[in-house]
């Protein structure tokens, strides 16, 4: 891939996660001060860096805590940042949860918790009901990141196996009022399904939580199961006084690289914020459209640039290395082999592609022919889940590091070459 495409496609990259820094994300959503304590809260891979800018930008006292990803800390003077491990939860992340639950603890109707919510905060806030064990969450987690359901689903079902998620830390508040800053990492910004909804009130009922495993044929562990047919309904919730505002989102940030794109004289075509389907599927569809514009010139003519944004999956049928974005793009490369038009780069916002050191990867019409001349099958590379090790071998992956925020997938596709 020649320096020029990748410099233009890593631009719009940038692009797309400065649309969502924290400091620019909190700076004109932040609410009136109370007359008694502010409490801040978060959870998600972002959250340290919330945390961190909140406290630029508050000027009243405060007090907090947050928990994030390891190795995804920002230094913060008042709130204090946990740190515990992702995607599937660990013990730290039990000691997170409490904490979350002790901050919120003691409050009344004067007094102001400020939740930072972001992407990733399901597995980092376990707290396992009454009869369910950390060990019974991890196994939930895992099966269900290997199932392929959408990220909606699976934090639907996880909002049933939770002391705190789906509002519920929200109701531990006393009464407090509450401000929800989230950024959103999931197709249709829904505010509830963002790291499960902590204090987002309203969360399904056990039957249609039953309903949607069997309609997925989801096989989840028989404890968790056991606890969901000896569940009783929720009983009538309080309902506390919530604001909620999405301060960042997919669709902010593509407008942003769109932006980006048009100011280098190349079209933007914005395919999506909110695609969601199995990876390799999912790319297929996009090198048809990809295709289209290069050879018919609809609906753009070259040069043009197909931006799209969501969730995709990855359903896991081997023990390969490689997550959503980089199965996207190496089912791409194969969909256009020998294609000297386009060059594509898609990757995770928040800088880690699922649980690999990746953010994501490049491709264009060489990659293929270049994984077989380093030995791969690239094919059976992506039917046995291992695009990381393909992509690796052509010095295809593309590394960033934590970014300090998540907005989900970023994925920019370049049909023909960009002027200058």
């Known amino acids: 891939m020649a320096d020029n495409h990748r410099a233009f496609l890593s631009g719009l990259f940038d692009a797309a996660v400065a649309a969502a820094d924290p400091l620019n994300a909190l700076g004109s959503n932040l609410p009136e001060a109370p007359r008694g304590r502010t409490v801040v809260i978060g959870a998600g891979k972002g959250a340290a860096q919330l945390a961190q800018a909140f406290e630029g930008l508050w000027d009243a006292p405060f007090e907090g805590v947050v928990v994030t990803r390891y190795g995804y800390g920002a230094p913060c003077h008042t709130i204090r940042v946990m740190e515990a491990a992702h995607p599937v939860p660990d013990a730290a992340g039990l000691a997170a949860a409490q904490a979350l639950k002790s901050a919120v603890s003691g409050l009344g109707p004067d ?23 950390l060990t019974d969450l991890q196994e939930l987690n895992a099966a269900l990141l290997e199932s392929g359901a959408p990220i909606s ?11 705190i998620n789906g509002g519920r830390l929200a109701e531990l508040a006393g009464g407090a009022r509450i401000c929800n800053l989230i950024v959103s990492d999931v197709p249709g910004d829904d505010p509830g399904a963002v790291a499960s909804g902590p204090t987002v009130p309203g969360r399904p009922g056990a039957a249609e ?30 309902h506390p006084d919530v604001t909620t505002r999405i301060i960042a989102s997919a669709a902010q940030s593509l407008e942003a690289a769109a932006c980006r794109a048009s100011a280098e004289g190349v079209t933007p075509w914005v395919l999506s914020d909110r695609i969601e389907g199995e990876a390799r599927e999912v790319a297929l569809v996009h090198a048809a459209l990809a295709r289209q514009a290069a050879t018919a010139g609809t609906p753009y003519p070259a040069p043009v640039v197909l931006l799209s944004g969501g969730e995709t999956t990855v359903t896991l049928r081997h023990r390969g290395k490689g997550g959503r974005n980089s199965a ?37 019409g060489t990659t293929a022919a270049r994984i077989r001349a380093a030995g791969l099958d690239p094919l059976q590379s992506l039917q046995r889940d291992d695009s990381y090790s393909a992509l690796k071998a052509v010095n295809g992956l593309f590394m960033t590091g934590p970014t300090g925020t998540n907005v989900n997938d970023f994925r920019a596709i370049l049909i023909g070459t960009p002027r200058g």
């Open 111 to 133: 007094d102001l918790v400020i939740a930072l919510i972001c992407g990733g905060g399901s597995s980092l806030l376990p707290d396992p009901p009454a009869g369910l064990t």
């Open 153 to 163: 689903v699976m934090n639907a079902i996880r909002k049933r196996f939770s002391g």
């Open 209 to 238: 939580v039953a309903a949607l495993i069997e309609a997925r044929g989801l096989a989840l562990p028989q404890a968790c199961m056991d606890h969901l047919r000896q569940q009783p309904e929720d009983g009538a919730a309080p």
């Open 328 to 364: 996207f793009q190496l089912s791409l490369a194969l969909a256009l082999e020998g294609e000297p038009w386009f060059h594509a780069l898609a990757a995770d916002t928040d800088g880690i592609d699922g649980s690999e050191d990746n953010a994501g990867a490049w491709v264009d």
